[in-house]
């Protein structure tokens, strides 16, 4: 035997607080990654700025183009990232 809600009842379902953990938890991971991507992005640019004569001991070295590769790829990388994000949010946006 069933038991119906009323209409005035404003209890939840655990199906609807799982779906609403699983929501938080996916915004919070989200967030922590765009932020980590801008982070790489923002060291990517200011990378060729901060490079000082002893270039030649930094991973990638000897070579400046070396040392520019490996400090600036994750940047790249993330942009990349932050880019499909952005083009997958607005294709679920449009419907």
């Given amino acids: 035997m069933r038991c119906r809600r009323r209409s005035g009842d404003r209890g939840s379902s655990n199906r609807d607080e799982g779906i609403t953990m699983r929501t938080s938890i996916r915004r919070i991971a989200t967030v922590a990654l765009v ?3 801008l982070y790489l992005v923002g060291r990517a640019v200011a990378e060729p700025f901060t490079i000082g004569d002893d270039y030649r001991l930094d991973w990638g070295g000897p070579s ?3 040392v520019l590769v490996v400090h600036m790829l ?3 990388a993330s942009l ?3 880019g ?3 083009r997958r949010r607005a294709r679920s946006w449009r419907g």
Avoid: E
């Fill in 35 to 37: 932020v980590f991507c």
């Fill in 64 to 66: 400046m183009v070396g």
């Fill in 74 to 76: 994750p940047g790249v």
């Fill in 80 to 82: 990349l990232i932050l």
């Fill in 84 to 86: 499909w994000m952005v």
